[in-house]
């Protein structure tokens, strides 16, 4: 398997991860965390973070 085949398939990992109602229900401080829309959503900025270019 490349290289390209392994980031792809994690990203879909953490995806799935990030956006499962088990995950965000276990991780969620109280009932009104994660509940408003934002201009970036969570999975966005993970996203972002994980995709940064590092020099």
């Known amino acids: 398997m490349s290289i390209r085949n392994n980031l792809k398939d994690f990203f879909q990992e953490m995806n799935t991860l990030l956006t499962s109602s088990e995950f965000i ?8 965390a ?22």
């Open 25 to 32: 229900e276990q991780h969620r401080v109280n009932n009104s």
């Open 34 to 55: 994660f509940s408003r829309t934002r201009k970036l959503a969570f999975t966005d900025i993970i996203h972002f973070l994980l995709t940064l270019p590092q020099k």
